[in-house]
């Protein structure tokens, strides 16, 4: 019996991941990614879905970014009832991510007809977004779940961001046992908080689709990052300055608030006020709290502390007036709000009001796409344009490269490793620089058949 994959996003690109897998009858969609990047190319692919895509039997999710599962609420627009698979964590924390989306869709779409475009539409809205969480049904990692007679799937820890799992599905075909391995994106070991990548062991898998973002790269270890976080906080504390951090209110927020928690407890870091100046990172915040089962139990903080998120230095900042205060405050602080490119969100208005102070520090922990705010400064701009205003950057621009949410090579190597024997087709995704590097990797582990697809590209197996 056939089964056929069709990569209907994350091909030859990082973003849009989407891939259809059609098998005994039934067609089942790995994840539902937006295309993010250049608006007009990104809005295209966005509104160009596959004729009759909402007709499929079951969606099964990866976890809850946007790349990932943005689209979803459009499959829904579309017509799309069936259920959407997902890790109890994923289906809380989509429940923000998406509704954030949707608003930022609306936003856009305003923001373009008040530019003369009438016709601006968004790609869907808040309500759609609401809508998707009503379908979702949660699925624990490593219970193996009866999709349909015949088809099963399971849950494992990616160890990419909370509740991010990779997918293998198991389908008891006439002419035997087949196996698909979806990676979704993998983590690193030693990331703050949650687990290390548990791959998904097993039999010898049929087709394996694997993430390539950071294949040709090595990172700085985790470890190494919380060293440098204590030096740089220590530093402009004692020289009386504020250090602005730039952080992705999902995942980044929570694990610089963590690491600093731990720094403040070995009193590694002077004792300053921490501001996490959010509405989206303290919804997030409480959705880690509800979700103590993906944490790192083997590590001393998860293991000692009751609230990991909550001690005397960090306070969380909902309203916009309180957010306003923090700029005409005096003494040495650290303040973490969004957005982690420093393109949106209220970080503008620290940065604004803090670059020109030679004492303060922009500290950039996440990657950085080309053209955005953190670019510019991470190149050494000495003058930035921020809402409008020219600002001299006197203040230290630094990086923490160490806490990406992306495994490096070797933890790519690592993670295919542990899935047992090679795989028989290997579809490398996700990826730009690093879609070469991967198919590399998994030719060097014994995959025979290794390929690279692209967008709307078929394969049958
Ligand atoms: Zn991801
Ligand atoms: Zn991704």
């Known amino acids: ?37 250049r608006r007009e190319e990104a809005r295209k692919k966005n509104t160009n879905f596959p004729a009759g895509i909402e007709k499929v039997d079951a969606v099964i999710l990866s976890h809850a970014h946007i790349d990932h599962a943005g689209r979803l609420p459009l499959l829904i627009h579309k017509g799309y009832r069936g259920p959407i698979y997902c890790t109890p964590a ?24 008040r530019r003369g475009q009438a016709d601006a539409k968004p790609l869907y809205t808040m309500a759609d977004a609401a809508k998707v969480v009503e379908q979702m049904i949660s699925v624990p990692y490593d219970r193996p779940f009866d999709l349909f007679p015949g088809i099963r799937f399971g849950f494992s820890d990616a160890g990419h961001i909370l509740g ?15 196996r698909v391995v979806f990676s979704g994106d993998i983590g690193r070991a030693g990331l703050p908080i949650i687990r290390d990548p548990d791959p998904p062991e097993g039999p010898r898998a049929d087709a394996l689709i694997i993430e390539s973002t950071y294949a040709g790269r090595v990172h700085e270890s985790p470890g190494d990052a919380q060293g440098m976080l204590a030096g740089h906080v220590t530093r402009v504390a004692e020289r009386g300055g504020k250090i602005f951090i730039p952080a992705f209110a999902l995942g ?18 002077p004792d300053i006020p921490i501001f996490v100046d959010s509405p ?61 490119m420093a393109e949106s969100g209220r970080i503008l208005h620290h940065l604004l009001n803090g670059l020109g102070d030679h004492r303060n520090m922009c500290l950039l922990v996440g990657f950085t796409a080309s053209y955005t705010l953190g670019d510019r400064l991470r190149q050494g701009a000495t003058s930035v344009r921020i809402l409008g205003q020219e600002v001299a950057v006197r203040a230290e621009v630094q990086m923490v490269a160490g806490y990406s949410a992306h495994g490096d090579r070797n933890d790519l190597s690592a993670w295919t490793k542990g899935l047992g024997p090679a795989a028989k087709k290997g579809f490398v995704v996700h990826g730009e620089a690093g879609l070469v590097a991967m198919a590399g990797i998994l030719k060097e582990l014994g995959v025979g058949d290794v390929t690279v697809p692209t967008l709307g590209q078929s394969v049958e197996f």
């Open 90 to 113: 994923t289906r809380d924390l989509s429940a923000y991510m998406l509704a954030d989306a949707g608003h930022i869709q609306e936003s856009d779409a305003a923001f373009l007809v």
């Open 1 to 37: 019996m056939t089964m056929k994959l069709t990569f209907h996003g994350a091909a030859g690109e990082v973003t849009g991941s989407c891939h259809l897998l059609e098998a005994a009858g039934k067609r089942i969609l790995l994840d539902c990614g937006l295309f993010q990047g």
């Open 164 to 178: 991010s799992a990779a997918i293998a599905l198991d389908l008891d075909q006439p002419g035997g046992a087949r």
């Open 280 to 340: 989206l990172a303290v919804n997030a915040t409480d959705v880690f709290r509800l979700h103590p089962e993906c944490f790192d139990q083997g590590e001393q903080l998860v293991g000692e502390v009751p609230e990991l998120f909550q001690f005397r230095m960090v306070k969380y900042v909902r309203s916009v007036e309180e957010s306003k205060a923090l700029n005409t405050r005096r003494g040495p602080c650290i303040i973490i709000a969004a957005s982690g």
């Open 252 to 269: 980044r927020t929570q694990e610089v608030v963590y690491e600093l928690h731990q720094l403040a407890r070995d009193k590694r870091i």
